[in-house]
Structure formats: structure tokens, C-alpha cells
């Protein structure tokens, strides 16, 4: 089961920041947060992962708790491409792990 | 660089029939993994890959499903009789060695529709 709480939509105004909430209250000191996102009829595309510090690529930020026990994916100028589902996903650090989907935050991007 | 590579892209077959899907995943990735999303909801993984070795299978139905990746590269996942509720679509994703730091890379996936 999924280990992740997250709202199941949200809009956004283009051009403003779109600011996404992920709750994982119970993840341990070796788990990652990930962060994917579904555009119709395409497959998962990676995003953005962190252990505990915040971080930021082309994409977008993410900000981690200082208890890890939530975190937000920032995308600084939605697109109206940016309309999609977006999966946050706790992930154990070491062996061989799969990653395991909730039902995501389904955003729509709009005009 | 090129991505995870499926086929077919759609699929539409009767109940009871068998299916097959293929999957190409990047150059030298040893971890493979199939996955099943149902309309509305996230994927869900049925089987992982290590090479030619199976990590993960537990949610693999394997009284109608199963899957192999013979050489380490290539995988196939089958169905066979397939039932309404395999409608479906397939992903297939890859990473280089499957721990926990990398991340995964996933093709377009195969849509099964099954009447």
C-alpha cells in the first residue's frame, strides 16, 4: 500500500506557482521522496527526488520538512502542459525497490 | 539515448484469448519491471526484473499471467485466458540497477482492452 496522502485535485492559474502537498508521517531515515507525474496516455515520468534535504532541477523544488514527515513539489510557472496526475512516492534507499503508486493529486493547469 | 520501447500500443482481444506484450528497456538497465493501471487508479507493479532473475512477483496472478526476460534484456508479459478485468494498461519501466536512489524510466505502455 501506498505510504502517502495527497489531495486528489488541485487547479492553478497559468504562469502562477503550482504548490503540490504530499503527507508521509510515517517514512523512516532511509526512504526517499519521489516525485512522478502521468500525462494522459503517456507512462510515469520522473520528476524530482529527495532524502532530506530540499531540492531543485529544470523541473521543479522540493521542499522536505525538517521531520520528513511532509513535503511539496513546487512547479514555479505552470504550463498548461503541466496538466497531469502527480504521484508522490516514499521509496526505501537501499536493495531492490520498487516504487508503489497511490492515487495521486490529479492538477489542472488553467488559461 | 533512447527510451522503454512497447508493443504493441493498443490491444483489443475477447475474453479468453491470449495476449502478449513486449518490452525494449534502455541500454543497460538491469532492473525491469512490469506494471497493470486500471482506469483512475495508480500503477500497480505485477513482477521485477534483476537481469534474467525474478526480485518481485508476488502480485503476479500467475494462474493467467506470466513474464520473462530470457537474456537479461528483452521481456515479455502474457496473458493467457484473459478476462474482462485485465482491461487495462501495461508499463513497463527499467532502472540501471534497481536500488533506491535511481530513478525509473517508463515506456508508453500497451493499452489492453479485453470484451
Redesign the interface.
Known sequence: DAKTTQPPSMDCAEGRAANLPCNHSTISGNEYVYWYRQIHSQGPQYIIHGLKNNETNEMASLIITEDRKSSTLILPHATLRDTAVYYCIVRVASGNTPLVFGKGTRLSVIA | EAG?AQSPRYKIIEKRQSVAFWCNPISGHA?L?W?QQILG?????LI?F?NNGV??DSQLPKDRFSAERLKGVDSTLKIQPAKLEDSAVY?C?SSTT????E???????TQLSVL
Not at chain 2, 41 to 45: A, R, S, V
Not at chain 2, 98 to 101: D, L
Not at chain 2, 103 to 109: Q, T
Request: net charge positive; proline share 4%; no cysteine.
Open positions: 522503454v532492473t519491471y506494471y487508479q495508480g500503477p500497480k507493479l521485477q534483476q526480485v518481485d508499463l519501466a534497481g536500488t533506491g536512489n530513478k525509473l524510466f517508463f515506456g508508453s505502455g
